[in-house]
């Protein structure tokens, strides 16, 4: 069953969409099983039919929710036969709907159950963008508000959309970011598949990098980062093939920042075999990556700032400040790492919780 995750809006809460969830599960569910019928065994049939409702994504304001709603049985027929083959996306069908939060009025954007991704309300959340599964191919497809209509985007030139990956609005509202194939990548995919799927003869290579399915798979998370014009669908390389992680959009839309998470080696440790690249893009022509912090098998998870100044990272219990043009990261909690008291020598730990919107302030724990 899907779990709902709940948020604060930026006015201090969203009681209404809560409760509008919750109303809609109990509808969904149906009565219960023990009103007005006697007591019967729950069957894997009954399991099979239970309803769960996701909050996909919501507006900025929390006026507009996308819900899907989807049961254990939406998932079957899935091919465990293709297990490790990077191409295959296996079924995960579900009613798709946007929500108002103040009316509690839904509306379906399709007849029929449909497999979706990566949805994503525009700034002004007029309208819904998303990645969606049809006869094997993935479209981008953006439903308009105000037209109720859903169009799909056709790219050009023609490129096939990773499924997975970022799917980000600009701020302005004219374009996507997000993650495309390069044009053989489904044939070298499917490929290495095929050769340690139904090859005479596999082997595996202690002195290879790679165990043979590790190499496989690791083509799944492959793809070019882009920039998509809606109104041409005009198709702009940013990036090229890579493992793209934690990917950014600057708030004034002038750069962009992520991190690349190469694997290296078969890993039989945690926190070992895979190089990670942080890198800020400036969204012009000619433009190239600026590494923001060294690259190696080190692993942060930074928090870039509302302005996109600089980022934060916590580490070995310290919260640390750095920005794209400083050499090394400043300590921001060094001075409050105290022993707890004069007969506990523990020191104080820190974690990063998140910003504030203004950027000014920072919540630890």
Do not use: C
Not at 24 to 36: D, I, K, N, Y
Not at 190 to 211: C, K, N, T, W
Request: negative net charge; hydrophobic residues 35%; glycine residues 8%.
């Amino acid at each position: 069953m899907s779990r709902l995750r709940f948020g604060f809006s930026p006015s201090g809460g969203i009681p209404l969409a809560v409760f509008l969830l919750l109303a809609l599960s109990v509808q969904l569910a149906g009565p219960a099983a023990t009103e007005g019928q006697s007591l019967r065994t729950f069957t894997v049939d009954d399991a099979l039919r239970v309803r769960s409702a996701s909050v996909a994504d919501a507006t900025d304001d929390a006026r507009w929710l996308a819900v899907t709603v989807s049961s254990p049985r939406s998932r079957m027929g899935t091919d465990h036969f293709r297990y490790g083959d990077p191409t295959y996306v296996g079924p995960s069908l579900a009613d798709f709907l946007v929500m108002d939060t103040e009316t509690g009025e839904s509306t379906p954007l399709f007849d029929d159950p449909v497999q979706v991704q990566g949805t994503s309300w525009s700034p002004d959340g007029d309208r819904l963008a998303f990645r969606r599964y049809v006869n094997e191919t993935v479209r981008l497809e953006v439903w308009d508000r105000d037209s109720g209509n859903v169009e799909t985007i056709r790219l050009r030139p023609t490129r096939e959309l990773a499924w997975g990956g970022p799917l980000i609005w600009l701020p302005d509202g004219r374009g996507l970011l997000m993650g495309v194939r390069t044009p053989t990548w489904a044939t070298d995919a499917r490929a290495a598949y095929e050769a340690m799927e139904f090859g005479p003869i596999v082997v595996q290579d202690s002195s290879e990098p790679f165990l043979s399915w590790d190499a496989v798979r690791n083509r799944g998370s492959l793809m070019e980062m882009a920039l998509v014009d809606l109104d041409s669908g005009a198709v702009t390389i940013l990036g090229p093939e890579a493992p793209y992680q934690d990917v950014r959009v600057a708030e004034d839309g002038s750069h962009i920042t992520y991190t690349t998470s190469t694997p290296l080696r078969t890993s039989y440790e945690r926190g070992e075999g895979t190089e990670y690249a942080y890198l800020k893009l400036d969204l012009e022509e000619g433009a190239e990556p600026v590494e923001v912090m060294e690259k190696g098998e080190r692993r942060i998870r930074p928090s870039w700032s509302p302005d996109g100044s600089g980022f934060v990272y916590a580490e070995e219990g310290d919260i640390f400040w750095k920005t794209p043009e400083a050499d090394s990261a400043r300590n921001l909690t060094e001075d409050y790492r105290v022993p707890l008291s004069e007969s506990d020598s523990t020191k104080r730990s820190f974690s990063l919780e998140r910003w504030h919107p203004d950027g000014d302030r920072l919540a630890f724990r």
